[in-house]
């Protein structure tokens, strides 16, 4: 037992040099920069009960593109032809998006793409600890929402001469 005590204060002093010296970015700069990720971890259909999401389904924002890769759950419309469309399966350069800051630091996002078949409106809250709610209405399925999560998004290149 002793020998234990010993061999973890002598290996003390080296666990602060393992750690990550990055700054963490925040929030508040992921949704100014438009350079973001939400990770959807449940799924709340408007009839039905409330979904856990066990894979890795979400919506990616650059500032040039919006890629969705997520699940649907509920009355569809219009059933599309290709079973492989099924989701809210996405990717649009042409859209337009109104960011707005609201009290109790909050984020209200709004997302039309034009390009994205059947999806209307995103409107995305995010909170300042990085939970998040995404309600997504389409003209042939019901409106559905999600929880979860804003990470950071993928790292942008400079680009240079």
């Not at 037992?1 to 970015?25: F, H, N, R, W, Y």
């Not at 650059?62 to 009355?75: A, K, V």
């Amino acid at each position: 037992m002793k020998k234990l005590a010993i061999l973890l204060l002598s290996l003390s002093p080296l666990l602060g040099l393992a750690q990550d010296k990055t700054e963490p970015v925040t929030v508040a700069q992921m949704l100014t920069d438009h350079n973001y990720i939400f990770s959807a971890e449940t799924a709340l259909p408007q009839q039905g009960r409330m979904q856990q999401l066990t894979s890795e389904f979400d919506l990616t924002v650059t500032p040039d593109t919006i890629i969705s890769y997520l699940p649907y759950f509920g009355r569809a419309f219009v059933a599309p032809v290709n079973p492989g469309e099924g989701g809210i399966k996405f990717t649009s350069v042409d859209f337009t998006y109104k960011e707005v800051k609201k009290k109790k630091k909050r984020w209200e996002i709004t997302i039309e793409p034009r390009d994205a078949g059947s999806v209307q409106q995103l409107f995305l809250t995010v909170f300042d600890n990085g939970t998040a709610s995404l309600r997504v209405n389409d003209r042939n399925r019901q409106s559905i929402s999600f929880n979860g999560r804003v990470v950071a998004g993928p790292p942008r290149t400079k680009k240079g001469f």
